[in-house]
T-cell receptor, first 118, second 113 residues
Framework: GAVVSQHPSRVICKSGTSVKIECRSL??????MFWYRQFPKKSLMLMAT?????????EQGVEKDKFLINHASLTLSTLTVTSAHPEDSSFYIC??????????????FGPGTRLTVL | AQKVTQAQTEISVVEKEDVTLDCVYE???????LFWYKQPPSGELVFLIR??????QNEISGRYSWNFQKSTSSFNFTITASQVVDSAVYFC??????????FGGGTRLMVKP
């Protein structure tokens, strides 16, 4: 149980294009989903928190117009990197917290999406 | 604000050696959770353990053991008789009352045959 998938797992795109990454909770409903970014040999940095049906909360320094997050349902959140540039190349990881998860602060992580912008 | 520090950026050991990965945290919350994750080269985070702030019992799971010391705000992770497959980056993380996970910088463990 508690499986989170991400699609695609790897994407290469040209500079200036937009890329959409999907995060799905496969066997549970998620009230909250989180998006992290990880540069090579660095730690995970939280980009934003999204709750189903409401606007995402972005961490300081993260451009909300650049990284569009849509949490359309209790099992799906998407991250769109708009007008991607080489500096956006990174490993993007999502996580999901189950509906009704109380106090255990559980987050289940997806396998990550490696984005390379040429 | 919470903070997690993993002072060891890289550790290299020879197979069968024991190795301890250090983790020190800071938080103002009295209720919080501590985690360890393993990130192999594939990139996927592998959950290892979750410990809440009220449970200071040490835990052992096979070759893995964890030492939680609230007095020193530390949550160290020991691998006994390390194996090459243990080579990975290990992250310690803290989750506060607001359900926000803060990760340490990670420790890259290299186990040589």
């Amino acid at each position: 149980g508690a499986v989170v998938s991400q699609h695609p797992s790897r994407v290469i795109c040209k500079s200036g294009t937009s890329v959409k990454i999907e995060c799905r909770s496969l066997d549970f409903q998620a009230t909250t989903m989180f998006w992290y970014r990880q540069f090579p040999k660095k730690s995970l940095m939280l980009m934003a928190t999204s709750n189903e049906g409401s606007k995402a909360t972005y961490e300081q320094g993260v451009e909300k117009d650049k990284f569009l997050i849509n949490h359309a349902s209790l099992t799906l959140s998407t991250l769109t990197v708009t007008s991607a540039h080489p500096e956006d190349s990174s490993f993007y990881i999502c996580s999901a917290s189950p509906l009704g998860g109380k106090g255990s602060n559980e987050q289940f992580f997806g396998p990550g999406t490696r984005l390379t912008v040429l | 604000a919470q903070k997690v520090t993993q002072a060891q950026t890289e550790i290299s050991v020879v197979e069968k050696e024991d190795v301890t990965l250090d983790c020190v945290y800071e938080t103002r919350d009295t209720t919080y959770y501590l985690f360890w994750y393993k990130q192999p080269p594939s990139g996927e985070l592998v959950f290892l353990i979750r410990r809440n702030s009220f449970d200071e019992q040490n835990e052992i799971s096979g070759r893995y053991s964890w030492n939680f010391q609230k007095s020193t705000s530390s949550f160290n992770f020991t691998i006994t008789a390390s194996q090459v497959v243990d080579s990975a980056v290990y992250f310690c993380a803290l989750c506060d009352a607001g359900n926000m996970l803060t990760f340490g910088g990670g420790t890259r463990l290299m186990v040589k045959p």
